[in-house]
């Protein structure tokens, strides 16, 4: 996968998502805090899920705060970076 598969990166309203796979280790928090918007793969890797636009964006930030190393950033429509 790579950053141009809506899996992987995502624009949602203001925001935009993106999985770093390579960091990911499964931990499921994000789909934990953030259920429509994120999953994990067969791969347990997190993926950004076709619903994910019925998620607020506090819970998409939420979620990318609860992940344990860091693998969700998130910037906003200037391109600035909100998290991590």
């Known amino acids: 996968m790579d950053d ?3 899996k992987v990166k995502r624009k949602i309203r203001k925001l935009t998502m993106r999985i770093d796979r390579n960091l990911c280790i499964g931990a499921a928090t994000c789909v934990a805090i953030a259920p429509k918007a994120w999953a994990l793969d067969d ?12 998620e607020n964006d506090d819970a998409l930030i939420e979620a990318a705060k609860g992940c344990p190393v860091l693998a969700i950033f998130i910037t906003d429509e200037n391109g600035k970076q909100l998290y991590p």
């Open 4 to 6: 141009n598969d809506p």
């Open 43 to 54: 791969e347990a890797k997190a993926i950004i899920l076709d619903s994910s636009e019925e």
